[in-house]
């Protein structure tokens, strides 16, 4: 069992940046893919980023693909998301997780979640 704590989020002006942070503690941290989610008032809770479990294969969300990169470091069993131009659209709450799988964009896929930091963008 893994537990996970993000950070990092706050307040920012449109086309600023912010980068996330995801520790890991309580359990093997390579032993997992990484994953960032989303949730914005209202609306559904919605993927963002990947790592793979070994390796470095990532994927993302069209909305965010070359604007946001994710990376991990395992011997800080950290997880980062780095996040440039963002917009108002990006307004959310940011949830790490954690899966068994080799890499995936499903929620039920993810067994592991943190608690969220809110990250708000101001136009």
């Known amino acids: 069992q893994v537990q996970l704590v993000e950070s990092g989020g706050g307040l920012v002006q449109s086309g600023g940046s912010l980068r996330l942070s995801c520790a890991a503690s309580?359990?093997?941290?390579?032993?997992?893919?990484m994953g960032w989610f989303r949730q914005a008032p209202g609306k559904e809770r919605e993927f963002v980023a990947a790592?793979?479990?070994?390796?470095?294969?990532?994927m993302y969300a069209d909305s965010v693909k070359g604007r946001f990169t994710i990376s991990r470091d395992n011997a800080k069993n950290t997880v980062y998301l780095q996040m440039n131009g963002l917009n108002p659209e990006d307004t959310a709450d940011y949830f790490c997780?954690?899966?068994?799988?080799?890499?995936?964009?499903?929620?039920?896929?993810?067994?592991?979640w943190g608690q969220g930091t809110q990250v708000t963008v101001s136009s």
């Open positions: 790592f793979s479990r070994s390796g470095s294969f990532t």
């Open positions: 309580g359990g093997t941290f390579s032993s997992y893919s």
């Open positions: 997780a954690a899966s068994l799988k080799y890499v995936t964009r499903l929620e039920a896929d993810y067994g592991y």
